[in-house]
């Protein structure tokens, strides 16, 4: 019984690589993500550069994936990257990342173009840690960086909307316990990765749990730790 199963499975790989949609064995999860998303937080993915947005939403999104998908340990679709040859759960919630941010943008998947780039970073790596450096440097220069870097961070102008958080804090024997509040600001002011941000709505904290900040104060923050909000069209 077993020989007819990993036929099957190998005929579903092959016919998924050579599509230019969403993988066979991804496609449940990826409708899963566009389906039960934040429209914000899709919306700040989608329009930051690939490589940004997989970046600024690896312990978000990605970690997520890595635990509710049991990517470590257990699940279908752990063995199905397995089966791939994809063996690191950051590299399989990466891949998923990637291509949700394809799908989104309307590009094409290329899926045994991303297998192929996480095999050859674990080849370059058993070299030694300068050849894996000298391979990172040639795949992501840094200007290449600096620049998606600048192309998102140009969407946070003043006046602006952001999702963000705040912490509520609770006094404890071990010291204080703390818990994120939603927060909806305004962007007062940008410079680079610096933003300024006035509170306009602040939700509400959890019992025992204290609120250092209120409506209309300011606070700093950066782009990587809050979402775009759509822009309402008139």
Partial sequence: MKKPFYIITILLITISCSKKSVPFGLRKTINQMEKNLNDTIKYDFKIAPEEV???????????GLRNGKGLWKGSLLRTYFRINGVKHPDDMSSIILTTFH????DKPIKFKQQK???KEYWEV????KDTANIWW???HPEEQRDSLNQIYFSNF???RL??????AWKKNENGASGRNVKIIAKIIERNDRKLKLKIIELGKSEDGFELWEKVGDTIESDPFSVY?????KN
């Avoid at 790596?125 to 030694?128: A, D």
């Avoid at 775009?228 to 309402?232: A, G, H």
């Fill in 137 to 139: 440097a040639k795949n």
């Fill in 162 to 167: 952001v999702l963000g958080s705040v912490g």
């Fill in 116 to 118: 192929k780039y996480y």
């Fill in 157 to 159: 102008y003043k006046d």
């Fill in 102 to 105: 394809r799908k989104l943008n």
């Fill in 53 to 63: 947005a997989g970046t600024k939403h690896h312990f978000g999104l990605g970690q």
């Fill in 228 to 232: 775009l909000i759509p822009r309402i």
């Fill in 125 to 128: 790596s058993r070299i030694g």
